[in-house]
C-alpha cells in the first residue's frame, strides 16, 4: 500500500522559507510518477503548488513559481517542498500526492499524505 | 485557458439525483478527475478518466464529459455524500495542473 506523509515546522515567521519533506513508502520514486505538492488554505479551495517527475523534471504554478523549489531524495524514497518569503497569505494544509495522466490526457492524483498545517505568524 | 469553474454550494434531497458541474477551455482536451474531501481529510478520488471509478467508490458516482463541461452525477444520493467536490485537470498547454474552486454539496 502506497503512503505518503508530510514532515515539516508547523510555524513558519514572515519571510522566511517553508520547509516541507513528503516521506513515501510502499513504492519506490524512481519507478515513475509524478508527486505534487498542493495547499488548501483554512477555509477555501485546493491550489496546486508544483510536481516534480521521477526524472527529476519540475513544473509550478506560474503564481508561485518564483518563491517554489522543489526536489526529490530517491535514496531516502522522498520529495520536498521550499517556498521562501512567505507571508499569513500562505497559511495552509499542504498535501503532498502521487499522480499521473490517466490515458495521457487526464490526471489522476491517487495517493495523499494527510496533510501538514503550516502557519504563517511571528 | 488556466481556470476550471464550479458551483460554489449545490443541495439534494437525500435519496435524489445531482449533477456537479465543472467548466473549462481545457476540458475540450483534457478530461477532469473529481475528488470528495471531508472536514479535515485529504480529498479523495471518486471519478477519473472518462468515467471511470476506483474500487471502493459506490456506483452511484459516475462522470461524463461534453464540449467544455465535465460533470459529476451522483444518483441516489447518501447523507454520507455530504462533501466538497473538486474537479481537476490540466490548462489547455498541458503544463499546469489546475483545481476548480469547489462545491459544497449538502444532503437535505
Known amino acids: 500500500q502506497v503512503q505518503l506523509q508530510e514532515s515539516g515546522p508547523g510555524l513558519v515567521k514572515p519571510s522566511e522559507t517553508l520547509s516541507l519533506t513528503c516521506a513515501v513508502s510502499?513504492?519506490?520514486?524512481?519507478?515513475?510518477?509524478?508527486w505534487g505538492w498542493i495547499r488548501q488554505p483554512p477555509g477555501k479551495g485546493l491550489e496546486w503548488i508544483g510536481s516534480?517527475?521521477?526524472?527529476?523534471?519540475?513544473s509550478y504554478n506560474p503564481s508561485l513559481k518564483t518563491r517554489v523549489t522543489i526536489s526529490v531524495d530517491t535514496s531516502k524514497n522522498q520529495f520536498s517542498l521550499k517556498l521562501s518569503s512567505v507571508t499569513a497569505a500562505d497559511t495552509a494544509v499542504y498535501y503532498c500526492?502521487?499522480?499521473?495522466?490517466?490515458?495521457?490526457?487526464?490526471?489522476?492524483?491517487?495517493?495523499w499524505g494527510q496533510g501538514a498545517l503550516v502557519t504563517v505568524s511571528s | 485557458s488556466s481556470e476550471l469553474t464550479q458551483d460554489p454550494t449545490v443541495s439534494v434531497a437525500l435519496g435524489q439525483t445531482v449533477r456537479i458541474t465543472c467548466q473549462g477551455d481545457?476540458?475540450?482536451?483534457?478530461?477532469a478527475s473529481w475528488y470528495q474531501q471531508k472536514p479535515g481529510r485529504a480529498p479523495v478520488v471518486v471519478i477519473y478518466?472518462?468515467?471511470n471509478r476506483p474500487s471502493g467508490i459506490p456506483d452511484r458516482f459516475s462522470g461524463s464529459s461534453s464540449g467544455n463541461t465535465a460533470s459529476l452525477t451522483i444518483t441516489g444520493a447518501q447523507a454520507e455524500d455530504e462533501a466538497d467536490y473538486y474537479c481537476?485537470?490540466?490548462?489547455?498547454?498541458?503544463?499546469?495542473?489546475?483545481f476548480g474552486g469547489g462545491t459544497k454539496l449538502t444532503v437535505l
Open positions: 500526492a502521487r499522480h499521473h495522466d490517466y490515458g495521457g490526457n487526464s490526471p489522476l492524483l491517487d495517493y
Open positions: 510502499g513504492y519506490s520514486i524512481n519507478s515513475g510518477y509524478f
Open positions: 516534480i517527475y521521477h526524472s527529476g523534471s519540475t
Open positions: 481545457s476540458l475540450r482536451r483534457f478530461y
Open positions: 478518466g472518462k468515467k
Open positions: 481537476v485537470s490540466r490548462d489547455s498547454s498541458g503544463n499546469q495542473l489546475i
